[in-house]
């Protein structure tokens, strides 16, 4: 029942803003698995997850680490932010612009964190008022040795936009490495993971 009703949600935020929201159904767990696959597991690690929506990948985190996360959830829209944080009282849930981020962080004395997890659309991506995409923004708070993940849908990754989004995550890492196809997922989807973060200037 939930599954349906979060459905609805979507496609009530599609129509609403159809480029701030990346689907019209939420991701499958197929897809939340993959998402998560890099995030590490021992300790306590520090996971920031962009564009949370109703908590597809918010719940495949806490289970991937086994709840041993501090975990910061970045969404948005306030009707989502709200409906996350009761649904998971564990995430420190904030109704922000990703953007914010290094801001975010500061405020809780976080200096750097082991992974980020997004489910922004790539509308997200382009570059803000002072000339700054996103993507430069994750490289300044991901530690060295962290890994950041986005996914893309397969119908459209040889779309221009879906292009460009590509080479500008090669630009601010070292290393990506895209996923085989998750097909348990509508549309089906591919998942990006890069690590070795660059600081380009």
């Not at 922004?120 to 803000?128: F, K, Q, R, S």
């Not at 700054?132 to 530690?143: C, K, Q």
């Amino acid at each position: 029942m939930t599954a349906w009703v979060d459905t609805g949600r979507f496609v009530r935020e599609f129509v609403r803003d159809p480029l701030h929201t990346a689907s019209v159904t939420p991701s499958s767990r197929a897809l939340a698995a993959a998402m998560v696959r890099a995030l590490p597991t021992a300790g306590a690690p520090v996971v920031v997850e962009l564009g949370p929506g109703t908590g597809a990948f918010t719940r495949a985190i806490q289970e991937r680490t086994g709840g041993r996360v501090r975990h910061v959830a970045v969404e948005l829209n306030a009707r989502w932010a709200q409906l996350l944080a009761e649904r998971h009282p564990e995430v420190d849930v904030v109704q922000a612009d990703a953007r914010e981020l290094p801001r975010l962080l500061a405020d809780r004395a976080v200096a750097a964190v082991d992974a980020v997890v997004s489910g922004l659309p790539w509308v997200a991506y382009t570059p803000g008022p002072d000339g700054r995409g996103l993507h430069a923004v994750i490289t300044e708070v991901l530690a060295p040795t962290g890994v950041f993940t986005q996914f893309g849908y397969t119908w459209t990754r040889w779309a221009p936009p879906a292009r460009r989004q590509l080479a500008d995550l090669r630009t601010h890492f070292a290393e990506v490495a895209t996923s085989r196809t998750v097909w348990r997922n509508v549309p089906p989807a591919i998942v990006h993971e890069a690590r070795r973060p660059v600081r380009v200037t």
